[in-house]
């Protein structure tokens, strides 16, 4: 049973992402080239005493995004013969969300930079290559 739910959850999660990267596609569309500012906005979490709220919307835009600059960037480069970073197959979309949103708040001068550079730069760092090409 545990496994069933485990793999519902999952298909929840995949569901989630896609429609928040259609979301995420659209505000591009409207305004612009997302910088690293719009991505901070939408990764943030306001923690108030013992709870902690969450705009689901833009937590959503957030994962989207983050999760298709990954993909994107990793599929093109892998492509190429090229490596521009390796993520592990396991880890989770909210560690890639925490580490994305760590450098984000560490660096606020960089924050009017594309976000899709900062993300590929971020996960570079994270997540060196370990084989050469």
Known sequence: MGE???????????VSVLGSTLFASAAMAD?????GKNLL????????????SV????F?????YVLGVAD??????NAKGECAFEIDRG???HKLIAVSLKALREHPDALDQPADHLITSVLA???????SN
């Not at 943030?44 to 005493?49: F, G, M």
């Open 41 to 52: 906005e939408w990764c943030e979490i306001t923690v108030e005493a013992d709870s902690v």
């Open 31 to 35: 305004n612009g080239p997302v910088t």
């Open 91 to 93: 880890e989770s979309v």
């Open 55 to 58: 705009d689901l919307m833009e």
């Open 125 to 131: 760092k994270a997540y060196p290559c370990k084989k």
């Open 4 to 14: 069933m739910t485990s793999v519902a959850c999952k298909v929840a999660l995949i």
């Open 60 to 64: 959503g835009r957030c994962g989207g």
């Open 72 to 77: 994107a960037y990793e599929t093109a480069t």
